[in-house]
C-alpha cells in the first residue's frame, strides 16, 4: 500500500532531473579567495521513505518486499577570510523499518545493505563530516587538511554553467566520490593542493577514506586503504572552445583485514591485497547549434597493478551525445550514449581483468543502485524537461548486459568498512548468461520554497538471462520520495 501512495505522489509531482538539493556542493568548493571575513552556520535535513520489490528469490530465499524510512541532518559552519578558509560539519542519521530478512541470494536492495552493516532495524549514528583548513598561498595556490569531500572530474570548475551541468552529471565521481545518496554517506582525511592558472588547473591530493555509504559506524577512518590523486584540468579555449578536457591518474592501496574477494575465482580471503594504478582522460564539450547546444562527453580509463596477487588489467570507456533546445517551451534536452567497463574471461588464469571504479558515487550512472560499472555494456537515452524554474524531469531508458558471461553481475560502490566481511563490491554468478535487462526510470526535483524541495524516483527493471537464471521473478521497482530542507 505504501509503494502505491508514493507512486501517487510521484505521478503528481511529475517526473525529475538529477536531484540538486538532495546533493549539496561541499562546504567549501574551489573558487576564488574571499576578500572579506564572513561566518555562515547551515542547517540541512533529508528525510526519505524507500520501498523495494526486489527480483523474487526462489522459494528458501529472502523477502523482496519491504519499505523503511530514514533521515539525516547535518548542521555546519564555514568561515571565509582573504586567507584562509575553515569548514565543518556534523551529521546524524536515523533508520525505521529496516528489513531483517531481506537477503538471499545476496542483499536484496538497499535496505539489506543497512540492516546487515549495522545489525538493526533502526540503524542510527552521529559523527563528523567535515572539519578541514583551506589556506590560500597566492599565485593560485591553495592547500587543504583535514576531513573533506572529494569528487573526481570535478577538481576544475571550467567558468562554463553549461559545460558544468554536464560534468556534474556525467564525469563527476565515476572513480572518486562521496557516496552522496546513500544515508552515511563518505569523506576523505588527508591533505590537497590545487593550482589554478588562466588556461590550466592542476590538483594533487593524497588521502584516506572514512567508514560511511551503508556503515552506521560512519565517521571512522579507514587507515588500510590509501589513495593518490592527480589531475590536469585543460580550461575551456585553452585547446578547444567551449572544451573542458582532463588528464588524470590516481593509485589505490587497500589492505584491510576484510574476508571478501569480490571476483569470479571462489576464492576465500583472510584479507585485502588490491594495488590499482588508473590513468585516463575525460572530455566535456557544449557547442552552440542552432536553436541550443549540442553536448559530448568522452571518457576513457585503463588500470594496471595486482589483484589479491593476480596482475590487474582493465579499462572503461564512454561516449555521450546530446542536443538541448533552450529556446523551446520545457527546454527539452535529449542525449545518448554508451558505457562499457571490461571484465574478467578467465578465472582460472593469473590475471584478473575486472574494471574497478576505486570509490565512486555509483547512483549517478546506476540510478536504482542495482549494478555497477563493473563488467559491464550499458547503452541509454535520457530525456531532460523544464517546465517551470522550480520543475525538472529525467527520464532513462537503459540495456544492460555483462562484458563476459565468465565474471559477475556486481554490485556496490566502493569500500564503506575497515574491517569485517563486506569488501564494498559483491558479486552474483551469470549462470553463462550475459543479458542482464532493460531498466525504465524517471526522478522528480520540485521547488517549494526557497528552503524546502521534494524529489523521488522510479524505477522499473525486466530482468534478463542473468537476473531469470538466478531469481524466479524477473520484474524489480524501486520507489523512493524524499524532502530536504535548507537553511
Do not use: C
Not at 572530474?153 to 558544468?164: M, Q, T, V, Y
Not at 560534468?167 to 563518505?186: M, N, P, T
Not at 553463462?432 to 524529489?455: C, K, P, Q, Y
Amino acid at each position: 500500500m505504501i509503494r502505491v501512495v508514493l507512486l501517487f505522489t510521484l505521478l503528481a509531482a511529475a517526473f525529475g532531473t538529477e536531484l540538486r538539493a538532495q546533493t549539496p556542493a561541499p562546504p567549501l568548493p574551489s573558487g576564488s579567495a574571499a576578500q572579506v571575513q564572513e561566518t555562515r552556520w547551515f542547517l540541512r535535513n533529508w528525510t526519505r521513505v524507500e520501498s523495494w520489490h526486489y527480483f523474487d528469490p526462489n522459494p528458501g530465499g529472502g523477502d523482496p518486499d519491504y519499505t523503511d524510512i530514514a533521515n539525516r541532518l547535518q548542521l555546519g559552519v564555514e568561515h571565509r577570510a582573504p586567507r584562509y578558509d575553515v569548514s565543518g560539519a556534523i551529521q546524524y542519521v536515523q533508520f525505521g523499518g529496516l528489513p531483517t530478512g531481506a537477503t538471499g541470494p545476496g542483499p536484496l536492495g538497499t535496505g539489506a545493505l543497512y540492516f546487515d552493516q549495522s545489525g538493526r532495524t533502526d540503524s542510527h549514528q552521529v559523527y563528523l563530516r567535515y572539519l578541514n583548513l583551506r589556506l590560500k598561498a597566492g599565485g593560485g595556490l591553495t592547500v587543504q587538511a583535514g576531513r573533506f569531500g572529494y569528487t573526481s572530474g570535478a577538481e576544475s570548475p571550467s567558468g562554463d554553467p553549461k559545460i558544468e551541468t554536464v560534468k556534474r552529471l556525467r564525469l563527476d565521481s565515476r572513480l572518486i566520490g562521496e557516496f552522496e545518496w546513500a544515508l552515511y554517506q563518505r569523506a576523505f582525511d588527508g591533505v590537497r593542493a590545487d593550482l589554478d592558472r588562466p588556461r590550466w588547473h592542476a590538483t594533487a591530493s593524497a588521502v584516506r577514506p572514512t567508514q560511511g555509504g551503508f556503515e552506521d559506524a560512519a565517521g571512522a577512518e579507514i587507515t588500510r586503504i590509501d589513495l593518490v590523486t592527480g589531475a590536469v584540468t585543460l580550461k575551456p579555449g585553452s585547446v578547444l572552445r567551449h572544451t573542458d578536457w582532463q588528464l588524470f591518474a590516481n593509485r589505490y592501496n587497500d589492505t584491510r583485514p576484510v574476508q571478501a574477494r569480490p571476483d569470479n575465482t571462489n576464492t576465500p580471503a583472510t584479507a585485502v591485497d588490491v594495488h590499482i594504478n588508473t590513468f585516463g582522460s575525460s572530455v566535456a564539450g557544449v557547442y552552440p547549434k542552432g536553436s541550443g547546444q549540442i553536448d559530448v562527453v568522452g571518457w576513457i580509463a585503463v588500470q594496471t597493478g595486482t589483484w589479491y596477487g593476480q596482475s590487474h588489467r582493465a579499462s572503461a570507456q564512454a561516449g555521450e551525445l546530446g542536443y538541448q533546445w533552450s529556446k523551446t517551451a520545457w527546454r527539452p534536452w535529449l542525449r545518448a550514449g554508451f558505457f562499457r567497463a571490461s571484465g574478467d574471461a578467465g578465472p582460472a588464469d593469473n590475471n584478473h581483468g575486472t574494471f574497478v571504479p576505486i570509490m565512486p558515487t555509483v547512483r549517478k550512472y546506476s540510478l536504482s543502485t542495482v549494478y555497477s560499472m563493473m563488467n559491464l555494456d550499458d547503452v541509454f537515452v535520457h530525456a531532460f524537461l523544464n517546465p517551470s524554474p522550480k520543475l525538472n524531469v529525467r527520464v532513462d531508458l537503459h540495456r544492460l548486459a555483462l562484458v563476459t558471461s565468465e565474471d559477475r553481475w556486481y554490485s556496490g560502490s566502493g569500500a564503506t568498512q575497515k574491517t569485517g566481511t563486506n569488501f564494498g563490491y559483491a558479486g552474483r554468478r551469470s549462470n553463462g548468461a550475459t543479458s542482464l535487462g532493460t531498466m525504465f526510470e524517471g526522478s522528480t526535483d520540485r521547488a517549494i520554497s526557497r528552503h524546502w524541495s521534494v524529489n523521488g524516483y522510479v524505477g522499473v527493471m525486466k530482468g534478463g538471462d542473468v537476473v531469470r537464471r538466478t531469481f524466479a521473478g524477473g520484474w524489480l521497482t524501486f520507489v523512493y520520495l524524499e524532502s530536504v530542507v535548507q537553511f
